[in-house]
């Protein structure tokens, strides 16, 4: 089974539009795995019936009984987060000042104090219209537990993707170039950067070919919304060239991108347009170059 991975060194450049045409013309042949965890939109492209529903935990936070507790406020003087506060004859802590260490649970006198899991998220396997398989994510409100949800989604689509056997995982990574990227990329077989001619594309892109590159993975390129600026376009060109990067696809822009989305399609499922038939090439070239 083959893991591509979908990324691009920022928003917006159509990564995720991308990853929902390849899923489609991959079908019940690819698992999907939606890591762009922090905002989550693959659902956007198709509708999902959940399958499963599993909580992400990640960390502790110490929890007072009050029916235990002695009051001698040992407690208090061992937290180094001031994370403990009396309340009446008894102490509490503030969850969000408590950092999870553990050290009040280990010397209090009475065992008042339970080290809870905290839950950081959840974790979805959904089917899609295609009647293929979507594990995405929702992280919890104010965790920053990106990166390990990330591996935990992908770790979930692997054991989906071995059940039913499909030959590969489709991975919409994360924007940027954060530890959520790095946990998208890491051990996959081919990876491919989405960028487009502008500035911020291509400084983006440079930024995201560094990570790649520590990852020995073989990478190609799709230069959306080429058209934009053909100087620009031109000098991507050359940099993909220089990288020796494959060139999968140049799409120009077309508005039908955002009308396929507005319609919780993938755009290669609007017939008759220029653009499905490049994206299929360039799902094509991916097929040949992981064979
Ligand atoms: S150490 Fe235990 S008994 Fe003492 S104040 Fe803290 S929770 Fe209460
Ligand atoms: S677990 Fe650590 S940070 Fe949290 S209340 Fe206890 S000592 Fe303080």
Same mark, same amino acid.
């Given at each position: 089974?083959?893991?591509?991975?979908?990324?691009?060194?920022?928003?917006?450049?159509?990564?995720?539009?991308?990853?929902?045409?390849?899923?489609?013309?991959?079908?019940? =042949?690819?698992?999907?795995?939606?890591?762009?965890?922090?905002?989550?939109?693959?659902?956007?492209?198709?509708?999902?019936?959940?399958?499963?529903?599993?909580?992400?935990?990640?960390?502790?936070?110490?929890?007072? =009984?009050?029916?235990?507790?002695?009051?001698?406020?040992?407690?208090?003087?061992?937290?180094?987060?001031?994370?403990?506060?009396?309340?009446?004859?008894?102490?509490?802590?503030?969850?969000?000042?408590?950092?999870?260490?553990? *050290?009040?649970?280990?010397?209090?006198?009475?065992?008042?104090?339970?080290?809870?899991?905290?839950?950081?998220?959840?974790? *979805?396997?959904? $089917?899609? $219209?295609?009647?293929?398989?979507?594990?995405?994510? $929702?992280?919890?409100?104010?965790?920053?537990?990106?990166?390990?949800?990330?591996?935990?989604? $992908?770790?979930?689509? #692997?054991?989906?993707?071995? #059940?039913?056997?499909?030959?590969?995982?489709?991975?919409?990574?994360?924007?940027?170039?954060?530890?959520?990227?790095?946990?998208?990329?890491?051990?996959?077989? *081919?990876?491919?950067?989405?960028?487009?001619?502008?500035?911020?594309?291509?400084? =983006?892109?440079?930024?995201?070919?560094?990570?790649?590159?520590?990852?020995?993975?073989?990478?190609?390129?799709?230069?959306? #919304?080429?058209?934009?600026?053909?100087?620009?376009?031109?000098?991507?060109?050359?940099?993909?060239?220089?990288?020796?990067?494959?060139?999968?696809?140049?799409?120009?822009?077309?508005?039908?991108?955002? #009308?396929?989305?507005?319609?919780?399609?993938?755009?290669?499922?609007?017939?008759?347009?220029?653009?499905?038939?490049?994206?299929?090439?360039?799902?094509?070239?991916?097929?040949?170059?992981?064979?």
């Amino acid at each position: 089974m083959k893991q591509i991975v979908i990324i691009s060194g920022k928003g917006g450049t159509g990564k995720t539009s991308l990853t929902a045409s390849f899923a489609f013309l991959a079908g019940k =042949d690819a698992v999907v795995a939606d890591c762009d965890v922090d905002a989550a939109d693959m659902h956007l492209v198709t509708e999902l019936v959940t399958l499963e529903k599993k909580n992400f935990f990640s960390g502790y936070e110490a929890v007072i =009984d009050p029916g235990m507790c002695a009051g001698c406020g040992d407690c208090v003087k061992v937290c180094h987060f001031d994370a403990i506060l009396p309340e009446g004859d008894v102490y509490k802590v503030l969850p969000v000042e408590c950092e999870g260490c553990g *050290y009040c649970a280990r010397i209090c006198p009475v065992g008042a104090i339970e080290m809870k899991k905290l839950k950081a998220g959840e974790i *979805y396997v959904a $089917r899609t $219209r295609m009647n293929s398989l979507l594990v995405h994510a $929702r992280l919890g409100i104010g965790s920053d537990m990106s990166g390990k949800l990330v591996a935990e989604v $992908r770790k979930e689509a #692997k054991i989906q993707a071995e #059940k039913i056997k499909t030959k590969y995982i489709l991975i919409d990574g994360s924007p940027g170039i954060g530890c959520p990227v790095t946990a998208s990329v890491t051990g996959t077989d *081919y990876v491919v950067l989405v960028t487009e001619p502008t500035l911020s594309g291509i400084h =983006d892109l440079k930024r995201v070919i560094e990570i790649v590159r520590n990852f020995d993975v073989p990478a190609g390129c799709v230069i959306n #919304k080429a058209d934009i600026h053909p100087e620009m376009a031109m000098q991507l060109r050359d940099f993909v060239n220089h990288q020796g990067l494959d060139l999968l696809a140049e799409i120009p822009y077309d508005q039908n991108f955002s #009308k396929a989305i507005n319609e919780g399609k993938s755009i290669v499922e609007k017939k008759d347009l220029p653009v499905s038939g490049l994206i299929n090439g360039a799902w094509k070239k991916v097929l040949e170059n992981i064979s």
